[in-house]
């Protein structure tokens, strides 16, 4: 393997991630020390700031808190305080900015505007020493190591453990949903091998993809979307499930290629109706997930069981490795996405 050769951070960091899971995993206590900290406070709210990737793993921590600490929870929009001024009164309020490299000015800005206004605040990145953490009250190390692909794998799937774990023991559990997820990522990438070499040979033609899925599996439908459009140049789109049927259901027919990630239980169940609707409609539909297998599909590509709530962490890795395989099956390289870089400097 010489250093030119295409893709071969994004592979090797692709299989870094069972490794990583278990060394969060054992990691637990330390998380737990920031939850307890949360728990003290007693906020009424939470607020969520990110960009990119990490707004999707934002979105997974929106469900979680909104399902198992039956907390209300929002996504801040930065540019209501970066270009705004917008300074509402954040008193008993969580604010959680999650950030792989924690250098992104915006969230900094909003994270020491929050904290000013009565926030409570943390970060959630893969830089300890990064501005944004030292911006913050309380922060969590996701561990991921450096990462050298642009597009983000290891971090994105580090993220939503670390954020898992964090609300888990916000709500006083022992984290036991998540005790055995790097064996499970193990598994997972290695059963799914094959599915993936075929979905690629199936789908390297292909110009237009949609995605999709419902509850705690929309942020890996999202995440799904970006992977393909950033690393195979792919004109994707997200849609969650419910939105699919009222409306942009009409634009899918035989040259659609559907990507429906659906694991068990209720957010998978809920998807059974609109799988039947578009692979009525003639969509060429390739299922992801614990679920797959009870899907109206064309293709599946089974992941380990797991409780939904933590269903995502796995079922996003079988979609990054299929990123990673129509990249390099259209002549790209998945390592340096044209035009992209590894930190996005917003405001």
């Given at each position: 393997?010489?250093?030119q050769?295409?893709?071969r951070?994004?592979?090797?960091e692709?299989?870094q991630?069972?490794?990583?899971?278990a060394?969060?995993?054992?990691?637990?206590?330390?998380?737990?020390?920031?939850?307890r900290?949360?728990?003290?406070?007693?906020?009424?709210?939470?607020?969520?700031?990110?960009?990119?990737?990490?707004?999707?793993?934002?979105?997974?921590?929106?469900?979680?808190?909104?399902?198992?600490?039956?907390?209300?929870?929002?996504?801040?929009?930065?540019?209501?305080t970066?270009?705004?001024?917008?300074?509402?009164?954040?008193t008993?309020?969580?604010?959680?900015?999650?950030s792989?490299?924690?250098?992104?000015?915006d969230l900094?800005?909003?994270?020491?505007?929050?904290?000013?206004?009565?926030?409570?605040?943390?970060?959630?990145?893969n830089?300890?020493?990064?501005p944004?953490?030292?911006?913050?009250?309380?922060?969590v190390?996701?561990?991921?190591?450096?990462?050298?692909?642009?597009?983000?794998?290891?971090?994105?799937?580090?993220?939503?453990?670390?954020?898992?774990?964090?609300?888990?023991?916000?709500?006083?559990?022992?984290?036991?949903?998540?005790?055995?997820?790097?064996?499970?990522?193990?598994s997972?990438l290695?059963?799914?091998?094959?599915?993936?070499?075929?979905?690629?040979?199936?789908?390297?033609?292909?110009?237009?993809?949609?995605?999709?899925?419902?509850?705690?599996?929309?942020?890996?439908?999202?995440?799904?979307a970006?992977k393909?459009?950033?690393?195979?140049?792919?004109?994707?789109?997200a849609?969650?499930?419910?939105?699919?049927?009222?409306?942009?259901?009409?634009a899918?027919?035989?040259?659609?290629?559907?990507l429906?990630?659906?694991?068990?239980?209720k957010?998978?169940?809920?998807l059974h109706d609109?799988?039947?609707?578009?692979?009525?409609?003639?969509?060429?539909?390739?299922?992801?997930?614990?679920a797959?297998?009870?899907?109206?599909?064309?293709?599946?590509?089974?992941?380990?069981?797991?409780?939904?709530?933590?269903?995502?962490?796995?079922?996003i890795?079988?979609?990054?490795?299929?990123?990673?395989?129509?990249?390099?099956?259209r002549?790209?390289?998945?390592?340096s996405?044209?035009?992209?870089n590894?930190?996005?400097?917003?405001r």
């Amino acid at each position: 393997m010489t250093d030119q050769q295409p893709g071969r951070h994004m592979a090797a960091e692709i299989d870094q991630q069972p490794g990583i899971f278990a060394a969060l995993v054992d990691r637990r206590a330390e998380i737990a020390e920031v939850a307890r900290a949360i728990r003290d406070r007693g906020p009424r709210f939470v607020l969520l700031a990110a960009r990119g990737s990490s707004d999707h793993a934002a979105l997974y921590a929106k469900y979680l808190t909104e399902v198992l600490l039956q907390l209300p929870a929002g996504l801040v929009s930065p540019s209501t305080t970066t270009l705004y001024g917008a300074q509402p009164d954040l008193t008993d309020v969580l604010v959680v900015s999650v950030s792989q490299s924690g250098g992104s000015p915006d969230l900094l800005e909003v994270t020491e505007s929050a904290r000013a206004r009565g926030a409570l605040t943390v970060a959630v990145t893969n830089t300890p020493d990064s501005p944004l953490n030292g911006a913050a009250e309380l922060s969590v190390d996701v561990g991921a190591g450096v990462e050298h692909a642009v597009a983000a794998t290891k971090t994105y799937s580090a993220t939503l453990l670390a954020l898992y774990l964090l609300v888990d023991a916000v709500r006083g559990g022992d984290g036991r949903h998540a005790r055995d997820l790097g064996e499970l990522a193990r598994s997972t990438l290695d059963t799914s091998a094959d599915a993936v070499a075929e979905a690629v040979r199936r789908y390297r033609f292909v110009d237009r993809v949609l995605t999709t899925a419902r509850g705690y599996s929309l942020p890996s439908a999202l995440e799904s979307a970006l992977k393909l459009a950033e690393t195979s140049y792919l004109a994707a789109r997200a849609y969650s499930g419910a939105d699919l049927l009222h409306g942009p259901v009409a634009a899918v027919d035989a040259e659609t290629a559907v990507l429906a990630v659906t694991s068990t239980g209720k957010g998978g169940e809920a998807l059974h109706d609109v799988l039947d609707a578009v692979h009525g409609r003639g969509a060429d539909v390739l299922a992801v997930g614990s679920a797959a297998t009870k899907a109206s599909a064309a293709l599946r590509i089974p992941v380990a069981e797991t409780a939904e709530e933590v269903a995502p962490v796995l079922e996003i890795l079988p979609v990054q490795r299929l990123a990673h395989g129509l990249a390099l099956a259209r002549g790209g390289d998945p390592d340096s996405p044209r035009g992209l870089n590894k930190v996005t400097r917003t405001r």
